[in-house]
């Protein structure tokens, strides 16, 4: 069973109680998460920078782009340094958020639905990074940082892009 889900277990002798039991996440699954989380976010942006916006919702995104970059980029640098192989995002996934991305873009005030997008997007990339922050053994404080600076970025993020919608 994934450490993910929520596994139960019966408590007590002859008792019918379920309780669930989450199972915590060690520092290999969370560097995983951080690289899935960097990756989306960096092809979501990619598929929204040739859209027509305003410089400075540009340069917003770009920064972004670049902050999700240097964080994949460290997250791997932890992970080649323990010898661990991490997983990479699904290339179908970002085919699948291109080919959207395209198709919310194509009416209306772009760069009021870019930034509805990327905030939707962050909201729900944070509310994942919490849960693995919360799911984490913490044994490891240079993971810790990491996360929590990918958690800094999306709150960031969500900050540059409300004047926008």
Known sequence: MKHTQKMFRLIGKGRHILVP???????????????????????????????????????ALQAQLLEYDAIETEAHSIA??????????????????????????????????IADMMIQDNTRRMVRCLKDLHQSTKEDPQVGVLSQRLLDCQSAGIRQLQSYL
Do not use: C
């Open 21 to 59: 039991v989450i199972t915590m996440k060690d520092s290999k699954q969370i560097l995983t998460s951080i690289i899935r989380t960097t990756q989306m976010g960096q092809n979501g942006i990619r598929a929204i920078l040739p859209a027509s916006m305003r410089p400075g919702l540009r340069k």
């Open 80 to 113: 080649s340094q323990r010898g661990w192989e991490l997983p990479e995002s699904d290339p179908g996934l970002q085919f699948l958020s291109r080919l959207m991305t395209k198709t919310r873009l194509a009416y209306g005030n772009p760069d009021s639905k």
